[in-house]
């Protein structure tokens, strides 16, 4: 059974920090592109930053970049999502994806597993 369990929200205040983990299980997990998508309220999912699976090619979107780093470990299955310098717009579920396919995918419909999400909210 495949599994994406996606930890590591939480409540922080304006300028911290925290770290998420996507742990895969069921599936090959280095031979998958794992993106991390967060919603916000009434809003899209959108895509946050990815990792092809030999961890030599990472998107951002542009609303992150400088402030996250996307990484991996594929001894242990996880990948991870390093949030620094937080602001309240980055507050929503974030969620974690997997898809077989080799490249840099932004959409949710390139993406055939999902975790179940894990809150962030950021304090102003």
């Known amino acids: 059974e495949v599994q994406l369990q996606a930890f590591g929200g939480g409540l922080v205040q304006a300028g911290g920090f925290l770290r998420l983990s996507c742990a895969a299980s069921g599936f090959t997990f280095d031979e998958h592109t794992i993106g991390w998508f967060r919603q916000a309220p009434g809003k899209e999912r959108e895509g946050v930053s990815c990792i092809t699976s030999s961890g030599d090619r990472t998107y951002y979107a542009d609303s992150v970049k400088g402030r996250f780093t996307i990484s991996s470990d594929n001894a242990k299955n996880t990948v991870y999502l390093q949030m620094n310098s937080l602001k309240p717009e980055d507050t929503g579920v974030y969620y974690c994806?997997?898809?077989?396919?080799?490249?840099?995918?932004?959409?949710?419909?390139?993406?055939?597993?999902w975790g179940q999400g894990t809150l962030v909210t950021v304090s102003s």
């Open positions: 994806a997997a898809t077989s396919d080799y490249g840099l995918y932004s959409q949710p419909d390139d993406y055939t597993y």
